[in-house]
């Protein structure tokens, strides 16, 4: 494993957000679902992709806090443009796990 410096984390910029609005993308070449994300005042409402169908509904998503990397540049995921990187952990059997805080917390919050 490559070792990293505090100034190359510190570019990773990972924010927590509430999940707005999710609706299944059968259209994406594997199964998603869509994602809006409000990380509050600065950064605002973000669009994210994620390949989470088989452990999550998106009604089930509403309200949920995620963590995200929103520095990455915007990725065109089929029709559907990708803002951030929502973070999870694969489950034993590889399907993905979404990571959150384990209480509330304000919107926009940095990762340290």
């Given at each position: 494993m490559a070792e990293i410096t505090l100034d190359d984390f510190l570019k990773v910029d990972v924010r927590v957000g509430t999940v707005l609005r999710a609706?299944?993308?059968p259209e994406a070449r594997k199964p998603a679902i869509k994602l809006w994300i409000d990380f509050g005042g600065e950064i605002g409402e973000r669009k994210s992709s994620a390949q989470i169908t088989a452990r999550y509904q998106p009604v089930a998503l509403i309200g949920k806090q995620v963590l995200a990397v929103v520095n990455f540049p915007p990725r065109q995921i089929g029709r559907f443009m990708s803002e951030v990187l929502v973070l999870g952990l694969p489950d034993d059997s590889g399907e993905i796990v979404l990571i959150g805080p384990?209480?509330?917390?304000?919107?926009?919050?940095r990762l340290h």
């Open positions: 609706e299944p993308y384990d209480g509330e917390v304000p919107v926009g919050g």
